[in-house]
């Protein structure tokens, strides 16, 4: 489902020179729930987003389900990422003018849905993560735990094949992070949807298919 081919990435400013990424190849399989660890700077954010096609390599070759992205342009690369990739974040990233269901209905907007559609698949994202009662919900009245129940269901909303989720439970207790964790598992396991995440728990980590490490920009186990 990903595959990564040498994948080298260089930040370059001015006087400084940061090799992020060392020759890094890995393939994920479809239906695999992969997780990525390491120190901090080590590379993890940098590789996830490549592999969400945020982030240019260097060098090396990337291919998403089963397609090489290097020929398309802007405008096809976010509707191939649009319809391909969901994104989940640490911190959220909710807008919190937005109500619930509107937060959710977002990834929808670029594609050719009518408000009814966006509605319906929006509703079933929330039931799916526990909280289709909190429809109506502004995120700053919600949990922590509870809004990244609300940034799953966006991420899943247009049902893509790939969900990429950088420490998705970093910011909560142990025990909704364990909550987002089952959540993570059933989609994985129920609907077959790809999961690549970083993490810095251990405990985490070990409830995935497998485990990468990355130390200094390269992969060590
Ligand atoms: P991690 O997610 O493991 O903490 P990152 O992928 O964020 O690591 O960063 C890997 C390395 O690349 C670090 O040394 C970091 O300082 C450097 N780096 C990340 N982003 C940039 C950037 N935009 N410009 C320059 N260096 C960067
Ligand atoms: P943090 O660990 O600081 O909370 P996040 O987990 O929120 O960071 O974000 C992880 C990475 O994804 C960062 O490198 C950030 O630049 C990038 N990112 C965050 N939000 C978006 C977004 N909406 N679209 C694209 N990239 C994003």
């Not at 901090?40 to 397609?67: F, H, Q, R, V, Y």
Request: charged share 25%; aromatic share 4%.
């Amino acid at each position: 489902m990903i595959r990564l081919q040498n994948i080298e990435k260089v930040y370059r400013t001015d006087t400084i020179e940061t090799l992020a990424l060392n020759s890094i190849s890995l393939d994920v399989a479809k239906g695999e729930f992969l997780s990525i660890m390491g120190p901090s700077g080590c590379g993890k954010s940098t590789l996830l987003n490549i592999m969400g096609l945020l982030d240019a390599p260097s060098k090396g070759n990337i291919k998403i389900a089963e397609k090489s992205t290097e020929k398309l342009n802007d405008k096809q690369l976010a509707q191939f990422r649009n319809k391909t990739l969901g994104f989940i974040f640490q911190s959220y990233h909710l807008i919190n003018d937005l109500q619930v269901l509107d937060n959710v209905e977002l990834p929808l907007l670029y594609r050719d849905t009518t408000a009814k559609e966006r509605r319906a698949l929006a509703t079933e994202a929330l039931e799916k993560v526990g909280l289709a009662n909190r429809i109506k919900h502004f995120p700053t009245q919600l949990s922590g735990g509870q809004r990244q129940r609300v940034a799953i269901a966006r991420a899943i909303v247009g049902r893509p094949d790939i969900i990429l989720a950088d420490e998705p439970t970093g910011n909560l207790d142990s025990a909704m992070g364990n909550e987002i964790m089952d959540i993570l598992i059933n989609l994985n396991r129920n609907d077959g949807t790809t999961i690549v995440m970083v993490t810095h728990d251990e405990n985490m980590a070990h409830k995935t298919h497998r485990l990468v490490r990355l130390f200094d920009g390269s992969q060590v186990q």
